[in-house]
């Protein structure tokens, strides 16, 4: 990152290009999306937003989307973007994952706890 902000927009591409050859050579070119996703979270934080991955059952719509960012604007004191992911195991709700803080409203969780509660 610091070496992209060291250089003009035309000397971007050259700084790429070099990073992309040594992951190359060194055999990492399987890390590049991983690298990706960190570098635009970088991005993101020097903007001042947050990245939220919040994964659902289904697709969430639009307008659910809009209630969700604006809901987790004032939980987190700032703007954030949402990564959406789904996955059915949850058969409802969501999950909402920043950093390493996690919220877990899902059917599956509140499932599972009251299996617990019936157990104990």
């Not at 992209?4 to 035309?10: M, T």
């Not at 971007?12 to 070099?18: F, G």
């Not at 990706?36 to 991955?53: D, M, P, R, S, T």
């Not at 899902?106 to 617990?116: A, G, P, R």
């Amino acid at each position: 990152m610091d070496s992209l902000e060291s250089v003009g927009p035309k000397d971007q591409e050259k700084v790429l290009d070099n990073f992309a050859q040594i992951l190359a050579e060194n055999n990492d070119l399987r890390l590049f999306e991983s690298i990706a996703e960190q570098y635009h979270k970088l991005e993101l934080a020097k903007k001042g937003i947050k990245q939220l991955e919040v994964m659902s059952a289904h697709p969430i719509s639009r307008e659910n989307e809009q209630q969700i960012i604006e809901e987790l604007n004032k939980l987190v004191k700032g703007k954030v973007e949402i990564k959406k992911t789904t996955d059915e195991s949850l058969i409802g709700g969501v999950i909402v994952r920043l950093d390493d803080q996690e919220i877990d409203a899902s059917v599956k969780n509140q499932l599972e706890q009251l299996k617990q509660d019936i157990i104990n």
